[in-house]
Nanobody, 124 residues
Framework: QVQLVESGGGLVQAGGSLRLSCAAS????????MGWFRQAPGKEREFVATINWSGITTSYADSVKGRFTISRDNAKNTVYLQMNALKPEDTAVYYC?????????????????WGQGTQVTVSS
């Protein structure tokens, strides 16, 4: 079992940057694929980015490609989401998730553990 706690959300102007962190407690952090998802009011939860255990392989939603970067520090049991050139449409609650499988996936239902979320608001 793993517990996930996100931090780093907040209010930022369009064009600004934020870095989200997700601290994992529990054992075998390197066993998990990690992902970031987001959910805006009235919308379904959507995939943002995912990273494999070593940090070498990543995947991004088209809407964030080139602006967001996912990374992980296995020594600190933490995964990050660096968000640059933020747009108002990036406004959402951002969730960190862990997947016990070995294959990167963009499907929320495939992830086993979730954090409580952190709010990101981008003003125009």
């Amino acid at each position: 079992q793993v517990q996930l706690v996100e931090s780093g959300g907040g209010l930022v102007q369009a064009g600004g940057s934020l870095r989200l962190s997700c601290a994992a407690s529990g054992r075998a952090f390197t066993s998990y694929i990690m992902g970031w998802f987001r959910q805006a009011p009235g919308k379904e939860r959507e995939f943002v980015a995912t990273i494999n255990w070593s940090g070498i392989t990543t995947s991004y939603a088209d809407s964030v490609k080139g602006r967001f970067t996912i990374s992980r520090d296995n020594a600190k049991n933490t995964v990050y989401l660096q968000m640059n050139a933020l747009k108002p449409e990036d406004t959402a609650v951002y969730y960190c998730a862990a997947d016990r499988s070995s294959v990167l996936t963009t499907t929320p239902a495939r992830y086993d553990y979730w954090g409580q979320g952190t709010q990101v608001t981008v003003s125009s």
